[in-house]
């Protein structure tokens, strides 16, 4: 992971200028960054190819090329509404419940399209799961938060119920014991399973979040700046527990804050005004040493 945020001059570096036809038929020069193919050790978990993200007539994203290594963290950021959530809702198909969206391009998970007709939702969004900036935990009691999503989604045909509870299906204590380890909250609640969960702190709340996530055994963690609405102290648990997570799951974050970007994540996507990834690499090397100038303003703040 990386540790220090610090920049060095840019390296020289030879970008291919192309040409692509604009709308309106003019010729558009665009410089096609070699950076954004990263290699990386570990397996591809998610695959995107020419990604195009329309919200109506305005383009969010534009022709994203970029593959996600599995149990690793992968940060996103960039200036506000360059596009950063939007690429998040791509992974799991959440942009289709906005109606003046409309996907163009290709996102394979485990080299599967996930944007074909026939894919099932419900099934993609338990594999890719998802928390969000705010806190937002049901009204019920700790135990029925955790235990939701298994219950709604736990039919006998996918066999979840049973891989999640063992041969007891009743046997919801040991899966939220779980879950609740796995967030790193368990010690904090382990007396008042049964109370309401927006009695807790807004960190715990968070963490009962990811509880909830986790109990549906997703492979894939996406987080739309899980910390942002946190205090210090609520964000170092956060932050350590995407660490944590990294071992076993894929997590890709959102975050407006480079120093927890730089801290927590093994590759980082940089995204620039108009919805273009204008970096993609090694957390240390985008931090240490990006090769484009334009990310090297950005990450010194010479503006964003
Ligand atoms: N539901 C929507 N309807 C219409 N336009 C949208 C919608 N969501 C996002 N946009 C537009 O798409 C662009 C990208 O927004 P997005 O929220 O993905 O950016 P972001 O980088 O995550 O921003 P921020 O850091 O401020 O959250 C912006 O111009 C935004 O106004």
């Avoid at 992968?74 to 959440?94: D, E, Q, Y």
């Avoid at 996530?213 to 527990?241: G, R």
Wanted: aromatic share 6%; with cysteine; hydrophobic share 35%.
């Amino acid at each position: 992971m990386a540790t220090n945020i610090q920049t060095t001059t840019k390296s020289t570096v030879e970008n291919q200028t192309t040409s692509r036809q604009t709308s309106a038929g003019e010729s558009d020069e665009r410089i096609e960054p070699e950076w954004t193919n990263y290699d990386f050790d570990n397996g591809t978990k998610f695959a995107v190819d020419d990604l195009d993200v329309f919200y109506g007539d305005e383009q969010a994203l534009e022709g994203i090329n970029l593959d996600i290594p599995e149990e690793s963290v992968t940060a996103l950021i960039g200036p506000s509404g360059c596009g950063k959530s939007t690429f998040l809702r791509c992974l799991n198909r959440m942009n289709d419940r906005i109606k003046a969206a409309r996907v163009e391009g290709s996102v394979a998970l485990d080299g599967q399209e996930i944007y074909g007709d026939s894919v099932d939702l419900v099934e993609l969004r338990k594999r890719v799961g998802m928390v969000f900036q705010q806190p937002n935990p049901f009204p019920k009691s700790i135990r029925k938060n955790v235990s939701y999503g298994p219950r709604k989604h736990g039919d006998v045909e996918t066999g979840l119920l049973a891989r999640l509870f063992g041969d007891d299906a009743g046997d919801e204590d040991a899966l939220v014991e779980r879950a609740l380890r796995q967030a790193a909250l368990w010690e904090e609640v382990d007396d008042r399973l049964d109370d309401n969960a927006l009695g807790l702190s807004g960190g715990q709340q968070q963490r009962l979040c990811i509880a909830r996530c986790l109990a549906v055994d997703p492979e894939v963690i996406l987080m739309d700046e899980p910390a942002s609405a946190l205090d210090p102290i609520a964000t170092a648990k956060i932050e350590d527990l995407i660490e944590d997570l990294a071992e076993n799951y894929t997590v890709v974050v959102v975050t407006h804050n480079m120093q927890q970007a730089a801290r927590i994540s093994d590759q980082t996507a940089v995204f620039l005004t108009g919805g273009e990834l204008v970096e993609y690499g090694d957390t240390n090397e985008i931090f240490e040493n990006p090769e484009s100038q334009r990310v090297e303003d950005y990450i010194t703040g010479k503006f964003g």
